[in-house]
């Protein structure tokens, strides 16, 4: 079926894809941040219930998401803390930086500290058949209004983290 209404979603239609694209947009609220979500289709997505249920029960529950998600972020930096370096090299100006520093005495920005700083700015979801990849991926940013570099913390629909990438 290649449209469906869904009590959260509402009427979802894919049958007029051409190519991949935005089918469903909200914001959701973490804590004093505006998050944008996007649901995610293609030509040959074909939404169904159970998918979209999951991806309402994510929304639901985004702190809970935006908690294993943040796990996932300070693991990855403190595992690789070349997100954290270009960051406090290319953004010495930022207030941010200049606090983390600052709270850092003398040693390395924590990769604690970094990803506490970290925004959780969109959520999408991807329908299945879109692609191979996990069909929920949370953006994480540093400083947005002077960086455009992005975590993307991949999860399955049950909230599962898959992978931390870097991507811009």
Known sequence: MKVMEHAHFGRVETSALDGTDVVWEST???GDDEVEVQLWAGPSSEPDTEELD?????LTDLSALDTAARTALRTYLHEDRYFIEYHVENLEDSVTVVRLVRDAADEPVGAD????AMRLRSVGLWLGGLSD?????????????????ILAVKLTRDGTVVSVDWES
């Open 54 to 58: 999951a991806f309402a029960a994510c």
């Open 28 to 30: 959701s609220r973490l």
């Open 113 to 116: 500290s970094f990803a506490a």
């Open 133 to 149: 990849g996990p069909p929920v991926i949370l953006d994480y940013m540093f400083d947005p209004d002077l960086s455009d570099q």
